[in-house]
Nanobody, 117 residues
Framework: QVQLVESGGGLVQAGGSLRLSCAASGIISIINAMGWYRQAPGKQREFVATSGGSTNYADSVKGRFTISRDNAKNTVYLQMNSLKPEDTAVYYC?????????????WGQGTQVTVSS
């Protein structure tokens, strides 16, 4: 119903910046929020940021990452500044649908972000 395609990952030195993009297609009207999650090797997937009725960030990225949306392009962005080695992970775009009190997630394929020290 919803397809998500991420881009923009790569290798960057600590202190550098990257911008991730996520383009959504399909039945866009059912999406209530879009956001980003990440998964580092050997760790569980964790929340990074979301943009829906409000914007929220994980404490670990507050002040460094900014999520934004271009509704005309059905695209969500994640601007990542002051990157740290601990930000290294596969970053996943997520679209959330709220239906009868339940949350349903659509996921992109992920994009690798590697921050070297």
């Amino acid at each position: 119903q919803v397809q998500l395609v991420e881009s923009g990952g790569g290798l960057v030195q600590a202190g550098g910046s990257l911008r991730l993009s996520c383009a959504a297609s399909g039945i866009i009207s059912i999406i209530n929020a879009m956001g980003w999650y990440r998964q580092a090797p050997g760790k569980q997937r964790e929340f990074v940021a979301t943009s829906g009725g409000s914007t929220n960030y994980a404490d670990s990225v507050k002040g460094r990452f900014t999520i934004s949306r271009d509704n005309a392009k059905n695209t969500v962005y994640l601007q990542m500044n002051s990157l740290k080695p601990e930000d290294t992970a596969v970053y996943y775009c997520a679209a959330t649908r709220q239906l009868f009190g339940n949350s349903y997630y659509y996921w992109g394929q992920g994009t690798q972000v590697t921050v070297s020290s």
